[in-house]
């Protein structure tokens, strides 16, 4: 069955039927960019939420990431932007494939079958032209037909009129002779004229217009077929890349299966761990015997009693020296010291931690070391080969630099050795400081006893107990009757108390488990964190006591 020999009687159905094909092409090619769009604008929306949620580079939250959760997040940020790409990439396959091949195969279609339909309407213009040449001839014939007839009857009167002359009778019968010659011409030429049109009629329905009819059907087909690879495309182009999706949201498992919330714990002791010793219980001081407080070898300032974060110095030396003062008082510039410099043999940080900075100086200078003495012995080696074939080079020329790695190796082993002392000071320092103790350090470790009677300092170093050093980062106690009104330091962010803290001890505030504060200044690594209260009393509480979220 084809259109040429069932459809031959309908132009207008055919014309109309490959119309709505055509439209359809376009309707599917729209449908399709605006599926590109919507998978463009969601791989859009996925960076920039990733971009959003990953830690700018020196910021806190980096810092972080050598925690398992910490890091896994990342890992999902990761896979996520991966994911990301994959839609972006359907995106990109979905309008090469799909919507550039069927726009320019439609634009193929329209030319193919506009050429088509021209074929027909000259084939139907013909058909037409020869049929008003017949029709011509026809109504000619029949007129000349009936002016000869006449012309006879009027011959065949005149020749029984009586009256009529012999020169009349011949006249009116030499025209009705002319008149019957001009009608068989016309005759013969309407027979010929009907022959013409039968043969192009039967040409035209037979052979031209089917003809043209099962061009369009092909065509038609053609469009069908290759509208049908473009829906099977549109989910092959997703199918295609859903293993690498697959492998974007394993990875994603991955990350949650990798978090390890006993090595998050025990990070954060290695990173925090002061390694000082808890605060011991004070003497009794008998005031009944004459003894002077402000001289007393058991108070807390003199004998160098772990302090904590801060070194408050009172103007009244009958006071002890605590580790916070007790009023809550707003600290200004005016009130905070210079922060001190970081030395080099790290004495600024407290014994742990200064032992673990320490050992990894100590071996990123071997790894430095160990590098310069591969070198040494390359260099040795191109020597002795120099030396032994001098077309290779010349040996003097390595001098310089066999030189300058010597004295790179002597300059680290110096550092090594000026190191591994500092360790080995550290190391005894923290033996005599650390309790035998496997549990973790709580949050108010803080301070230690010196060999000479020294307090620490929030960060680790020592500073004498009668004249506070500029570089310190001490914050000096005025007297009580010292008030003076000062604007509040706009909070950075919120905490909610996860435990209760007593505040027992001087610039400590008291705290309830749930109990929501405003975070006035960070924890600066000391592990205290400065709080402000609704009546505005402001303190300090252990920073592992909270859960905190600083305002963006």
Known sequence: MDWGTDLWDQYDIIDKHTQSGLELVEKYVKFVKERTEIEQNYAKQLRNLTKKYNPKRGCKEEQECRFSNHQSFLDILNEMNDYAGQRELIAENMMMNICIELTKYLQEL????KTHLTEAKKSQQSLESTYK???SSKKRFERE??????AAQYAEKTDQDINATKADVEKAKQQANMRTHIAEECKNDYAA?????NKEQSQFYFSDMPLIFNKLQDMDERRVRKLAQGYVLFSDTERHVMPIIGKCLEGVTKAGTNVNERNDSIALIEQYKSGFERPGDLDFEDYSQGINRASS?????????PKGPLELLSKNRSKPFWLFSKKSKRLTPERIIVMPTVTEDFGHLPPEQRRKRLQQKLDDIGKELQKEVDQSEALEKMKDVYEKNPQMGDP???SPQINQTAQNMERLRLELSKY??????????GDSMLRRDTLPEDALSYGSHSNNNEPYSPDGTHSEEGTPDPSQPIYAEFDDDFEEEEELVAPIGQCTAMYNFPGASEGTITMQEGEVLSVVEEDKGDGWTRVRRANGNEGYIPTSYVSISLSK
């Open 193 to 197: 004229q009907l022959q013409k049109y």
């Open 396 to 398: 003097a020329s390595l």
């Open 110 to 113: 329209k030319m193919e079958r």
């Open 145 to 150: 037909w009936r002016e000869a007839d006449k």
């Open 420 to 429: 591994e002392s500092w360790v080995t000071e550290a190391g005894r320092r």
């Open 133 to 135: 040449q017949l029709d």
């Open 297 to 305: 070898d058991s108070s807390l300032g003199t004998l160098g009693t």
